[in-house]
């Protein structure tokens, strides 16, 4: 979220900015420990659709920020002090928004803040595990074993986000290819022969009449047609921008017969992996979970994850506030933290679920890849066949009537 302030410097200078933080007591914390006495703070005003493009088009790839961590770890295990070390990432990346972000944090350690407190500051850029991961590090000293587990995170997340998209590909494409070949029929080949059609008075299948009434209603209100599916694309994804709307998604999500199971095993696999790090690296259990609701992806599981972590604050053991909602978080995820907790061993138990659940949303994935071809050629293939006899049959019995 972005913030305007008006605050005044210690030397009593009128200064004005922005501020990017995840919340209001962030920005205020950040103001403070730059010795700035806040006069007024307010949230930034709401992104016009032109800068909304721009942020798209600005925004800092996961590519980019898993290289500058891996750098980063690079630099530091080989004993090169942190403000060196950015300076070196600075010279090396190519990416102007990640250039402009490495820029401020530099400016910002040098001026004695902490490397957390300097990436708290994009938290958009890094998100909320990322920043907490440093944080414990700075209290542990191991800051270059932390940004190494870093960039393997990132990297194993991008890569079963990229096999997701590679498995809907195929589908899109095939998809699109048939709208384009119905859409040529439908609009040029059809208006040609309903006027045959109708002087020889052949009696036409259903089908066929269907698709000359499609044609003459596109024919007639195209730019209805046009005017309704741009403001439902437009005000349908602000919409989904929004909490309700973005709640709404996520649960139907869930809810999609075979894709809404993947969906749960992968949530599983993200918030157990994120939670098994922040407990070795010494965050209390309550934070962890707290943590993990903001970055698990999924409006459904982060509420279930905030009442988690209320549960565990109010004494309930982990397993348990689980076991409330086996819906969503299945019975292996509570037995397996019940025999972590009692073993001790919790952040590994939990590492397992994750590596059990990634190894199952890759077969998932697989298996669905191999039923989606055949099935696509099933029905491509019938629909194809509908529409071009559609116009053929009635070709047919026109010709039989000379």
Known sequence: MKYKYTARTKSGELQTGDINTGSREKALALLTEHDL????????????????????????????????????????????PINDSLRT????????????VIFSITSDVDAGLSLSQAL???????GEFYINMVQSAEVTGRMDEVLTFLAEYIEKEHALATRLRSALTYPAVVISLFIVVGGIVVLIVVPSLAPLFEESKV????????????????????????????????????YVRTPEGRAIFDELKLKV????????????????????????????????????SHVVGNYMYSDLLHDAAERVNAGELMSQAFAHHPTYFPPLLSQMVAVGENTGRLDDMLARVSKFYTT????????????????????????TGLLFASMLLPIYDLANKF
């Not at 299948?205 to 439902?232: D, H, V």
């Not at 599983?268 to 407990?279: F, H, M, P, Q």
């Not at 199952?360 to 629909?383: C, F, Y």
């Open 37 to 80: 006495f806040v006069i007024e703070l307010k949230e930034g005003l709401e992104m016009n659709f032109l800068v909304r493009i721009s942020a798209f088009f600005n925004k800092v790839k996961i590519k980019d920020l898993m290289l500058f961590t891996r750098q980063f770890a690079t630099l530091l295990e080989a004993h090169v």
């Open 89 to 100: 990432l600075y010279q090396q990346t190519t990416s102007f928004r990640l250039k402009e």
């Open 120 to 126: 708290d500051r994009y938290s958009d850029v890094f």
């Open 203 to 238: 009696e036409l299948p259903l089908f066929t009449k269907f698709l000359i009434g499609t044609a003459n209603f596109i024919k007639g209100w195209w730019w209805l047609l046009i005017l309704l599916i741009s403001g439902f694309a437009f005000f349908g994804t602000d």
């Open 257 to 292: 017969p075979l894709f809404g199971n993947l969906m749960k095993k992968l949530y599983v696999a993200r918030l157990t992996e994120s939670i098994s790090v922040l407990l070795k690296g010494g965050i209390a259990t309550r934070q962890s979970i707290e943590i993990a």
């Open 360 to 383: 199952e949303v890759d077969e998932t994935v697989a298996n669905m890849v191999e039923l989606i071809q055949p099935a696509l050629i099933i029905i491509i293939g019938v629909l």
